[in-house]
């Protein structure tokens, strides 16, 4: 091997590790790849940034602000609202919600579909007195699954496509995809609603709701202040050293009708005030003995306890009163809480927002939540200002999971954006404008007719993937030129022992689904692309079935949560473990590989 291919088999082997290993954000690992490929060598300098100006970088852009324009009009709440009536048995419940993801999923992004379905989801799970568990894992596999029936549906066929143009064979349409993946996703939709969600274990589809997962009575205590507590006349700032060193959590008080936030450090406690204290069980009555407050319920607070038409007010209603609220939110892939903790993100100081609970894989976090550290998946339970809480939600990449209310005029702008969406697709499927300029004049209009907000546009596109895309795009050029994809096809060809090219075919589709699962699809399009139409010119056939199989298996990974965002995002508000995503994605890849194979060998043949 010459020096060229043993550096970048290398330097593909230490970003794949890092990939798996996940210690560094991908983004990083691609672009300090991109780097250390130009200073070898292997990447020319002058070249080095081609990525992210190249079509798919840009198409993927576009396809995200128009994902934000749709979400923003409403489109997406009007067609959810529609299928509410058919949740009376699981199978109809789970088909007419995986439908509509599959759907949606064909036509704007995938992670896009499942964030804006999956609050509807949830509640009508609850409503239909199912576990949201039930409904959310058919809901993502089913929006993965339908990104594979159009170009813009996930970024993996975005990036084959202009690696076919880049190939000098054109690239594939809009609808080149449909086909094949049209079928793919029937069958699989098929699968996960009659036979697939049987598949989840019985005690996550039998578990309760996701408000439960907090339960709020064992992390909230409200405590009176009476005549003769230490605290009248102190202020939080003073109080929460206290409380902190009894391993307590100060949320605030309630002054009357008044709710009053601990973010207002310089508040003064009186008697009568109500203190709302966030402690394990065992350290409630620490707190209130050290300063000398009085528990409801109690035999010294029997005469003051509140009455609520004769019972005592639920404690979840008392944290909702008057202007505040309770939020449930799940960390999204590009949060920026990930890694970091309450204390050092300064929730409190920063976003004025109180962190009551954290649900973790459908557990309740027991511990002490100021040292928490958060992942994605988790779901977290806030309380803050009733006007402010969802843009605070969205500032911390949070995903709500109840469901929006639509906004008057949205019928309007619904139709507005669905129409330039379709113009911008028309204009490209007859060949009038190239599909990555068709996409952004749309999104140009959507912004310019209010769909999407100046200031959402940047915070539309998921910058990680680019960075990705712009990284790793010249990374795999060099696995071409280099001469390291041609050896890694010969290695393939071989380990079939001269079987027919369909042989060759469902390995590099079973290797490719197997890199996707542990690691990002798009990294896996564009380390497979290159290998495939290797493979494809060793065996001296047509490419097309390579390039659509890598397409199709670096979308389908179904296995673990972590190989795709939508898996990730239903890990906490479904309740699962790590263990359960293999028990319906196992089954559902093999019937991938069953209907896909003979399907890519009739459309496109070899």
Request: glycine share 8%.
């Amino acid at each position: 091997m010459t020096f060229d291919v043993t550096s970048i088999f290398i330097l593909l082997t230490v970003v794949m590790a890092l990939f798996i290993w996940g210690r560094w954000r991908f983004d990083i690992v691609a672009f300090a790849a991109l780097m250390v490929a130009t200073v070898l060598g292997l990447v020319p300098a002058d070249e080095a940034f081609m990525g992210f100006g190249h079509p798919a970088t840009v198409t993927v852009a576009a396809v995200l602000i128009i994902s934000r324009a749709l979400s923003n009009s409403g489109v997406v709440d009007m067609l959810t609202n529609a299928i509410q009536p058919a949740t009376r048995t699981n199978v109809t419940h789970i088909s007419a919600f995986s439908g509509l993801a599959a759907l949606l999923s064909a036509m704007m992004n995938n992670v896009g579909a499942l964030a804006l379905m999956m609050p509807a989801a949830i509640q009508s799970a609850l409503n239909a007195k199912r576990s949201p568990a039930t409904i959310l894992m058919p809901l993502s596999f089913a929006s993965i699954l339908g990104g594979l029936v159009t170009l813009i549906g996930t970024p993996p066929n975005i990036i084959i496509a202009t690696y076919r143009a880049d190939s000098g064979d054109g690239p594939f349409t809009m609808f080149d995809f449909t086909p094949v993946g049209g079928l793919v996703a029937l069958a699989g939709i098929a699968f996960v609603a009659t036979i697939g969600w049987r598949l989840i274990p019985k005690e996550r589809r039998s578990a309760a709701s996701s408000m439960d997962l907090f339960d709020i009575e064992n992390y909230v205590a409200e405590m009176n202040v009476g005549e003769k507590s230490k605290v009248v006349g102190r202020s939080f700032q003073e109080l929460e050293k206290d409380i902190e060193e009894i391993d307590a959590i100060l949320i605030g008080l309630a002054r009357g009708n008044r709710f009053v936030l601990a973010a207002r450090r310089d508040e003064v406690l009186h008697a009568g005030d109500v203190l709302l204290v966030e402690a394990a069980p065992d350290a409630i009555g620490k707190v209130a003995d050290a300063l000398k407050l009085t528990l409801p319920g109690t035999p010294e607070d029997e005469e003051e306890k509140e009455e609520v038409e004769g019972e005592k007010a639920p404690r979840e209603d008392r944290l909702r009163r008057q202007d505040m609220t309770l939020v449930e939110a799940v960390v999204a892939q590009d949060s920026p809480l990930i890694g970091q903790t309450p204390a050092s993100m300064r929730m409190r100081r920063r976003f004025s927002v109180n962190l009551l609970a954290v649900s973790r894989q459908g557990r309740p976090y027991r511990g002490r939540l100021r040292s928490f550290r958060f992942q994605v998946g988790d779901v977290l339970l806030l309380q803050g200002e009733s006007d402010r809480l969802p843009d605070i939600v969205q500032q911390l990449g949070g995903l709500p999971l109840a469901p929006r209310k639509l906004q008057g005029g949205s019928r309007r702008l619904a139709l507005l954006t669905v129409g330039l969406f379709a113009g911008a697709v028309a204009a490209a499927a007859v060949g009038l404008i190239g599909l990555p300029v068709a996409f952004g004049i749309a999104a140009l209009a959507m912004v310019a007719f209010g769909a999407v907000r100046p200031r959402e546009i940047y915070e539309s596109v998921d910058w990680p993937i680019i960075v990705l895309l712009g990284a790793m795009i010249p990374i795999g050029t060099a696995m071409e030129t280099s001469g390291a994809a041609e050896l890694l096809a010969e290695w393939l060809i071989h380990a079939t022992f001269g079987a027919p090219a369909v042989v060759t075919l469902t390995l590099l589709m079973v290797l490719t689904m197997c890199l996707s699962d542990i690691m990002n699809n798009a990294a896996t399009a564009l380390v497979m692309a290159p290998i495939s139409v290797s493979v494809a010119q060793a065996l001296d056939v047509n490419p097309d079935p390579f390039l659509m199989a890598v397409a199709i298996a670096a979308s389908c990974a179904f296995l673990t949560p972590i190989g795709h965002q939508n898996n990730a995002l239903i890990l906490g508000p479904g309740g699962y473990k790590f263990s359960d995503y293999w028990r319906m994605g196992l089954p559902l890849e093999v019937l991938i590989l069953i209907v896909s194979i003979p399907a890519l060998l009739f459309f496109w043949p070899l």
